[in-house]
Nanobody, 124 residues
Framework: QVQLAESGGDLVQAGGSLRVSCAASGRTFSSSCMGWFRQAPGKKREFVASINWAGGSTRYADSVKGRFTVSRDNVKNTVYLQMNSLRPEDTAVYYC?????????????????WGQGTQVTVST
């Protein structure tokens, strides 16, 4: 079992940068694909980025490609999401999730452990 705790959410101006982190506990973190999802008010939760167990393979939603970077440190049991060139439409609660597979996946149904979320607000 994996327990996840996000941190780093904040209020930033459009065009700014922010890094959110997800600390994981549990034996299976280093063998799990990790993902980031987000949910804006009134909208469904959507995929943002994911990274395979070793960090060598990543996937991004088209809306964040080129602006966001996902990475992980298996020694620290932490996954990161670096967000640059932030836009007001990036405003959402960002969730970290752990999959039961090691290869990179994007479907929400593949993720079985979720954090409580961290709020990112981008102002104009």
């Amino acid at each position: 079992q994996v327990q996840l705790a996000e941190s780093g959410g904040d209020l930033v101006q459009a065009g700014g940068s922010l890094r959110v982190s997800c600390a994981a506990s549990g034996r299976t973190f280093s063998s799990s694909c990790m993902g980031w999802f987000r949910q804006a008010p009134g909208k469904k939760r959507e995929f943002v980025a994911s990274i395979n167990w070793a960090g060598g393979s990543t996937r991004y939603a088209d809306s964040v490609k080129g602006r966001f970077t996902v990475s992980r440190d298996n020694v620290k049991n932490t996954v990161y999401l670096q967000m640059n060139s932030l836009r007001p439409e990036d405003t959402a609660v960002y969730y970290c999730a752990a999959s039961s597979v090691s290869y990179v996946v994007v479907q929400e149904s593949e993720y079985h452990y979720w954090g409580q979320g961290t709020q990112v607000t981008v102002s104009t």
